[in-house]
Every structure is written in C-alpha cells, then in structure tokens.
C-alpha cells in the first residue's frame, strides 16, 4: 500500500489550492491549505480518499476525522464544516475524489450478486480505510491524467473497479441504496434534491413526506438519520451556506441577502448566521476577505 499512496501523492501533487480538475470525468484532487470558508459548504455525493494530511468534516452534531489511507463516501447532497491540516512532517493535505453518479453506480448494480439485508437507519456519510485494491485501481485512474488519449476507453473501467472496492467495503450499501429507486435513502435523496433546488421557498415537511411515500413521523426519523438534521435544519443550513456565498460574491447586504435566500426577518437570519459562522453576516465577510488578502489559511 505504501508504494500505491506514494504513486497516488506524486500524481495528485500537480494539484492547486482548491478543486483541481484531472480531465478525467468527474474525478478531482485538492491540496494545501484551504481556506476555511470554502469548506463550510454543501457537498455532493462523492469517494473522497485522502492522500496526506487530515481532514475533519461535521455533519449535523456529528464530526468524522480521517486520515491518509481512508477515504469517505457521501451517499447525499449535504451541508457540512470542514477543516483540513498538513501531515506531521509539515507535507500538505492532499486529497482525490470521485462524483457518484447514481446512474453508473445502477449499471454497476446489474452486473452483481444482490445483498441481503440494507443500512436503513444509518448516516449518508461515513469513513473507512483503504484497501490495496481499491488504492489500485485509483493509481490507474490518476495515471490516465498523463494519458489523455486513454481517457474515453479506460476511466470508465476504472471508475466502475473504484465503485466496485467500494461496494465491497463497509460503507456499500449506501452507493447501492442511492442508485436503487425505491429504498429509503434514495426516496430521501429526491426529498434533499427538492430542497436544495427550493431552499428560498417555504417548506411543508407534509408534502416532502408524501413524496417519500412515508408518514410525516418516519420522514422525519429517515432524513435525520441520513442528514444528521431535521428537514427545516437541513433547509437552514443550505439558506445559511448560500448567503454567506451570495454576500461573498457582493451580490447584496445582509438584508438583501438575508430575503433572497427565503428569510422573512433580517434580524432572525443574522441571528442564525453568527450561530452557524461565528460572527455576524458583515464580520463574517470582512474577516475573510481580510484573511484572503494576508494569505491566511484561515480564511
């Protein structure tokens, strides 16, 4: 396994300090000291494995730490803070990952064995270590950075061989749930989807739960146990995540920002805000982008 991380380091080291893209289809790599306020946000599904350093990522109440050599899998679109820091011996983080695309993950389903049994009442997000396998087949995948020719004919095979080691680690049955219409998590799935895409609007947890098909109790026990949140928690999180990105991009003040993202009280949005980032909407962004300009990694 060592040899397999160092190969995956030195590939991955062309990373910037940010989402790099590999030209490789939906697979990228990140590495450096990132500033913080980026990783407050909302993440898509995804294989994240990390390669040096460390990261820390809180869903709803609940934190995960992860070192090199594991990797997690975000089953659902999720509101999460995270915080990274170098390896001991001052090397920076440095990560890959992977977007699921359920689509391929259902393909991949067709072509093996169906299991027993399900995780029906379990996070949508959680950590594992890494197998030499599954390190294996993301070697092949990063060396076809240095192949683009080779890319159209063999990143396919190597992302259904990664989705395949995943499957077959402890944390399978979440990539099979979400790509298999009808299971508990992919009904929440659609449920997340619609509030993602209608975060400004008011939400009925009654509506969203008849189109879970489930009672108004049961949604309310399966998307806590997906999201670490309440429906209405989850829907403040991404209201919150979006203005803080909105006031960022200067797209308004507070009070704008704060009736755009559905709040009806200013008062109550900066209230919250300051809750979830520390300091109120105007603080918040003048000490990042005082940070940015001194380089600070904590922006």
Same mark, same amino acid.
């Given at each position: 396994?060592d040899?397999?991380l160092?190969?995956?380091? #030195? ?18 790599? /990140?590495?450096?000291?990132i ?6 946000? @909302? ?5 994240n494995?990390?390669?040096? %350093? ?27 803070i ?6 001991? *011996? ?9 977007t ?36 294996? +087949? ?11 020719? &080779? $890319?159209? +004919?063999?990143?396919?095979?190597? &992302? ?5 080691? $995943?499957?077959?680690?402890?944390? %399978? ?7 298999t219409?009808?299971?508990?998590? *992919?009904? @929440? *799935? ?13 939400l !009925?947890v ?7 098909a489930?009672? /108004? ?8 146990? /997906? ?8 829907? #403040?999180? @991404? ?10 991009a ?7 920002? +704060? ?10 949005? *900066? ?8 300091l ?17 990694? !904590?922006?």
């Amino acid at each position: 396994m060592d040899e397999q991380l160092q190969e995956l380091r #030195k590939l991955a080291a062309r990373a910037e300090n940010r989402k790099t893209e590999t030209g490789i289809p939906r697979v990228a790599m /990140v590495q450096g000291a990132i500033p913080a306020h980026r990783l407050a946000a @909302i993440y898509d599904p995804m294989v994240n494995l990390i390669l040096t %350093g460390g990261k820390t990522m809180t869903v709803g109440e609940r934190t995960f730490h992860y070192d090199p050599a594991t990797y997690f899998v975000m089953s659902v679109d999720l509101p999460a803070i995270g915080s990274v820091h170098p390896a001991a *011996s001052g090397e920076p983080y440095l990560a890959v990952s992977l977007t699921l695309e359920p689509a391929i993950v259902a393909s991949l389903l067709a072509d093996l064995p169906k299991p027993a049994g399900g995780g029906l009442y379990e996070l949508g997000f959680s950590v594992a270590p890494a197998t030499e396998e599954l390190l294996d +087949a993301w070697v092949r995948m990063m060396r076809l950075m240095d192949r683009p020719a &080779e $890319v159209a +004919a063999l990143a396919p095979a190597y &992302e259904r061989e990664i989705l395949f080691r $995943v499957l077959q680690g402890p944390h %399978g049955w979440m990539l099979r749930d979400i790509a298999t219409p009808g299971t508990a998590l *992919s009904r @929440i *799935s659609a449920t997340i989807h619609w509030i993602r895409r209608h975060f400004d609007k008011p939400l !009925r947890v009654e509506a969203l739960a008849e189109m879970a098909a489930l009672s /108004v109790s049961a949604f309310h026990r399966h998307f806590k146990a /997906v999201t670490a949140l309440s429906p209405l928690q989850y829907q #403040k999180r @991404i209201r919150l995540l979006q203005a803080r990105a909105q006031l960022l991009a200067g797209a308004g003040n507070a009070t704008t920002v +704060a009736f755009a993202v559905g709040y009806e009280s200013p008062t109550q949005f *900066s209230r919250e805000y300051a809750r979830l980032f520390g300091l109120p909407p105007s603080k918040d962004v003048a000490r990042i982008a005082r940070n940015l300009r001194v380089g600070s990694p !904590r922006a």
